[in-house]
């Protein structure tokens, strides 16, 4: 019985304490909800960019804008073995298209990153989609490594299943950023639910397909293409289940006479000038319906 009591008391202890001070912050703590102040903290939602990137162009949400994705970046260079690697190429192309469209105006341009950073493959259609980009433009530039002399530009654009073996090839090479030594790093924002992302992608692979389209149209004279028609591949930085998005590939880094157009003011204000126009054409078609 006396055991009994003893172990009574200790469990009872600890209520009796805490009703005491309840009791106590009733009679003698301050009213409402009694804290001196609160500290909030918004908590990043899971796979969201940490910042986004500033929206360029006219002060006018309205304005159709345009997400421009220079492939690669920091600690990932992309291709390239020289001097010259691919996520230096890529973002003068990117900044070059970028200043096109801001002087024709009428667009907003975004940038995905302005200087040299490292952006996980998924986050960077996620930029897009957060913005709410109307249309979205990865540029990268491909190397051809014991593939013989390949060169000019190709336009990509998202398939679940590639077109064929020579694209599957590039997208794998592309979607290897995220790998370092054979490990996947983690980062990636992991997709919503499948059915609805197929869902929405089917229906901006139509456009996908017509803006791919223009710029081989634009292209055309201003500089060369190694694929007539655009191609498709399961690429990382494509999958933006709402934004039209198209990869431009934009030559071969270990071609010298891709490598001296790419990186000659003439040969970039080229590339500038016909997808800018090809960016044009599609608003303008889109808002014809
Ligand atoms: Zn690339």
């Given at each position: 019985m006396r055991r009994f009591l003893i172990l009574l008391v200790i469990l009872l202890t600890p209520i009796a304490v805490f009703a005491a001070m309840v009791q106590a912050d009733r009679t003698f703590g301050r009213p409402g909800r009694g804290y001196d102040y609160v500290v909030t903290v918004d908590l990043p939602r899971p796979g969201a960019a940490a910042a986004l990137p500033k929206v360029l162009g006219p002060p006018d949400s309205s304005r159709p804008l345009v997400v421009i994705d220079p492939g690669h970046g920091g600690k990932d260079p992309g291709a390239g073995a020289g001097e010259l690697k691919e996520k230096a190429l890529t973002l003068s192309l990117a900044i070059a298209l970028r200043d096109e469209?801001?002087?024709?105006?009428?667009?907003?341009?975004?940038?995905?990153?302005?200087?040299?950073?490292?952006?996980?493959?998924?986050?960077?259609?996620?930029?897009?989609?957060?913005?709410?980009?109307?249309?979205?433009?990865?540029?990268?530039?491909?190397?051809?490594e014991g593939e013989?002399?390949?060169?000019?530009?190709?336009?990509?654009?998202?398939?679940?299943?590639?077109?064929?073996?020579?694209?599957?090839?590039?997208?794998?090479?592309?979607?290897?950023?995220?790998?370092?030594?054979?490990?996947?790093?983690?980062?990636?924002?992991?997709?919503?639910?499948?059915?609805?992302?197929?869902?929405?992608?089917?229906?901006?692979?139509?456009?996908?397909?017509?803006?791919?389209?223009?710029?081989?149209?634009?292209?055309?004279?201003?500089?060369?293409?190694?694929?007539?028609?655009?191609?498709?591949?399961?690429?990382?930085?494509?999958?933006s289940p709402d934004v039209p998005s198209v990869l431009f590939e934009s030559g071969y880094i270990n071609n010298e006479t891709d490598v001296a157009r790419l990186t000659s003011g003439a040969g970039r204000q080229n590339f500038a000038e016909a997808v800018a126009r090809a960016i044009r054409v599609f608003f303008a078609r889109a808002a014809q319906g």
């Open positions: 469209l801001l002087r024709q105006g009428g667009v907003r341009v975004a940038l995905t990153r302005s200087d040299d950073t490292y952006l996980f493959l998924g986050e960077r259609p996620e930029i897009a989609r957060l913005l709410g980009a109307d249309l979205y433009i990865s540029i990268h530039a491909d190397s051809t013989g002399k390949a060169l000019g530009a190709t336009v990509y654009t998202l398939s679940a299943k590639g077109s064929n073996e020579a694209a599957e090839k590039i997208a794998a090479r592309e979607n290897a950023a995220d790998v370092v030594n054979g490990v996947k790093i983690a980062g990636q924002s992991s997709d919503v639910s499948t059915a609805l992302v197929d869902l929405a992608q089917r229906q901006s692979q139509t456009q996908s397909e017509l803006f791919a389209r223009l710029i081989l149209r634009e292209g055309l004279g201003r500089m060369p293409f190694k694929e007539a028609d655009p191609q498709s591949a399961a690429f990382a930085v494509l999958k």
